[in-house]
């Protein structure tokens, strides 16, 4: 389509080419960042991220991004050989080099680091992680709501890939927002191996229906903590809110559908498989939403 538009897209920021980007210790130019062609990330996708937003200084919900980042690593068996302090320290060095203050992104990556020989055993892997802080000056910019289309692809059952991991794995995701961009959409509604409406190939996925907001049960979908904090915030403002299994013929029929995530918060939805959602624009839940999620992020500076 020709006015494509991204959940991720931000605005241009010259100060990008000149950003330091934090490898094993080092910061380095981003012209000079690079990683070993035998790193298991680059060979394997054999690693996990985390995605960061610094708003006024602080970064938003930083001991729940930890949590799941050492909850990560320590499923995939990774000894990442730095503690939670020195991993906060690096992220705040990163951020002091490059003069960061707000309307920043971080997406911190860890891999099983270097391997001695080009296969699969992690047991090849002998040099330790390798660990990168990208930090980028990032302004939100969406023009308007996000378009979806709904693809063949599945969120997985746990036993095969678990998509409460965030895996450096991405194929399943990226064949999916592919499917949706030949479809004419901007990214791709994805469903559970039981049909059920699950997530976007980037984001969770919440639908708003008679003032009450829907999200699916989150047995097969990403581990977000945007999308729990929406919960809590539906739960501590009297907004009904309902984690359950509903299908694409409840999703058209919404009022309102929006999708969440660290780099964008609430992102609203304008239209799913050429039907329009309510009006098509943001709604008032929606809004609702967006505005008490700003004053949690205020709350969480404060703490």
């Given at each position: ?293 700003k004053d949690l992020v205020a709350e969480d500076a404060r703490a």
């Amino acid at each position: 389509m020709n006015d494509h538009v991204t959940t991720h897209q931000a605005e241009e920021d010259a100060r990008n080419e000149e950003i330091l980007i934090w490898i094993n210790g080092e910061l380095k130019p981003k012209a000079q960042a690079t990683v070993s062609i035998y790193d298991s990330g680059f060979m394997l996708g054999d690693g996990v991220w985390e995605g960061l937003r610094l708003y006024d200084g602080h970064w938003a919900f930083l001991d729940d991004h930890m949590d799941r980042l050492f909850e990560a690593v320590k499923a995939i068996d990774l000894d990442l050989g730095m503690d939670r302090a020195g991993v906060i320290a690096a992220l705040r060095a990163t951020q002091e080099a490059n003069g960061m203050t707000t309307d920043a992104h971080c997406r911190l990556m860890v891999t099983r680091g270097v391997k001695t020989r080009p296969f699969q055993h992690p047991a090849l892997s002998q040099q330790g992680p390798t660990m990168v802080i990208l930090m980028e000056h990032s302004k939100p910019s969406l023009p308007r709501p996000i378009n979806l289309a709904t693809v063949p692809h599945l969120r997985g059952l746990p036993m095969t890939q678990d998509p409460k991991l965030n895996s450096h794995s991405k194929l399943n995701c990226i064949l999916a927002c592919i499917a949706a961009e030949k479809a004419g959409a901007d990214e791709a509604l994805m469903l559970d191996v039981h049909g059920f409406v699950n997530t976007t190939n980037a984001c969770n996925f919440f639908i708003v229906k008679k003032g009450e907001v829907w999200t699916s049960t989150g047995d097969y979908c990403m581990n977000g903590i945007t999308r729990q904090k929406v919960i809590d915030l539906c739960k501590a403002n009297d907004i009904p809110i309902h984690e359950r299994n509903y299908s694409l013929v409840d999703t058209y029929s919404a009022d309102e559908a929006f999708l969440t995530g660290t780099f964008g918060a609430q992102t609203p939805v304008g239209q799913i498989d050429g039907r329009v959602i309510g009006t098509g624009e943001l709604g008032p839940v929606t809004t609702r939403l967006r505005g008490l999620y700003k004053d949690l992020v205020a709350e969480d500076a404060r703490a």
